[in-house]
């Protein structure tokens, strides 16, 4: 698949528009006083790193690239690697309504909309909230474990605008062991089986962890291609501070090291992650994280800085954008829990925006989404 030509050009043109000229609301920077006062924050000591950083190149052109939408935070799994279900397990029984979802679409404006959770096929309308992003002219990822997709599928349409995320961390026994119950790669297979059959576009998005064997990846793509499904997204996680088991997550040596061979792996497979980025993970080029081009929206409201960590909700866009300390995150800022962070929230941002740009890069891009 990679991305659909509409998307390609659709998401060039929105970031030529925001490049040239940026909501000016979106650039002030209010944090001074937030930053001091927020009780959360972790600032590497004697702050070493702050006089050797450049400023982020597109700090003062802030804009939003994929809403990661998350309704609820309830889930039938318990996933080893996920954070969410333990940092939000205070308010793991509440709901956004789909009015909030749509107004936090509407406030941010970013093209693509990845509703992710918790799992949102526990989302009781999510037919209607999927109908009204569409109606918006988004494109959405609905990502999901699968467990309910032949369940549900009927409350969806095909769409050439909403692609079904599958989360497979491996083939049968490892994927299994990863979301700690038996039989959920099986279920999740028939649901991409009867998702197909009935004419989705299905995408597989799939974390790398320090004990994955990258030749398995290989088998997984291999078996999903007689399916028939359309793409793969690939990351390595990350060991963030909700994560208790943080045995599993790699350093950034690690990281280079499992993707030294990545572009084999997407000489023979359609996957969704640019180029650039995969450059990043191979420890080729360096990019800066630009959390704010995948913000968070849930039941707290704005998650600040990222996708990953949080230091602060807040209850408009306007204010994450404007109160989060951004030069403080990222591998080049003070913040340790970034460190050893290449998600691609933080990161595949950066690569679509250009920064760090090399000649050639405009082709590689452009016969990336054409193949
Ligand atoms: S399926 Fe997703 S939300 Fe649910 S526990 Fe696993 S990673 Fe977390
Ligand atoms: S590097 Fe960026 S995406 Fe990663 S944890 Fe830090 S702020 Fe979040």
């Given at each position: 698949m990679r991305f659909p030509l509409s998307l390609t050009a659709g998401m060039a043109g929105y970031i030529a528009k925001n490049k040239w000229?940026?909501?000016p609301e979106w650039q002030v920077n209010a944090v001074a006083e937030s930053g001091a006062a927020n009780p959360f924050r972790i600032v590497r000591s004697g702050g070493e790193r702050r006089g050797k950083r450049q400023p982020h190149p597109m700090i003062g052109k802030r804009f939003p690239l994929v809403l990661m939408l998350e309704p609820l935070h309830a889930c039938n799994l318990t996933c080893t690697g996920c954070g969410r279900i333990r940092e939000y397990e205070s308010t793991i029984t509440e709901r956004l309504s789909v009015a909030q979802c749509l107004q936090a679409s509407d406030e941010c404006g970013a093209p693509i909309v990845s509703i992710c959770g918790g799992e949102p096929l526990l989302y009781p309308e999510i037919g209607a909230l999927?109908?009204?992003?569409?109606?918006?002219?988004?494109?959405?990822?609905?990502?999901?474990?699968?467990?309910?997709?032949?369940k549900r599928l009927g409350e969806f349409r095909p769409h050439p605008r909403l692609f079904v995320n599958v989360h497979l961390d491996g083939m049968e026994k490892t994927h299994d062991r990863a979301v700690e119950r038996e039989g959920v790669f099986g279920e999740a297979i028939e649901g991409i089986r009867a998702a197909k059959e009935a004419g989705f576009k299905v995408c597989t998005?799939?974390?790398v962890y320090k004990e994955t064997d990258m030749r398995e990846i290989r088998e997984l793509f291999t078996f999903l291609r007689q399916l028939g499904v359309d793409g793969h997204m690939i990351a390595p996680g990350y060991g963030y501070s909700a994560v208790n088991d943080r045995e599993i997550f790699m350093t950034r040596d690690d990281v280079h090291e499992k993707f030294r061979d990545i572009d084999e792996i997407q000489k023979e497979f359609p996957l969704n992650n640019s180029p650039v980025y995969f450059d990043f993970l191979k420890g080729e080029r360096d990019l800066p994280c630009t959390a704010w081009g995948n913000p968070t929206y849930n039941v707290m409201g704005w998650k600040s800085p990222c996708y990953l960590i949080t230091d602060a909700h807040y209850r408009t866009f306007e204010e994450l954008m404007t109160r989060t300390p951004w030069q403080d995150y990222g591998h080049h800022g003070d913040d340790p829990r970034c460190e050893h962070c290449m998600m691609h929230c933080g990161f595949e941002p950066s690569a679509a925006l250009g920064i760090n740009a090399r000649f050639g890069d405009s082709v590689r891009l452009l016969s990336w989404a054409l193949r």
């Open positions: 000229r940026p909501k999927t109908t009204g992003l569409l109606e918006r002219n988004k494109h959405i990822y609905l990502c999901t474990n699968g467990m309910l997709m032949r998005n799939t974390t």
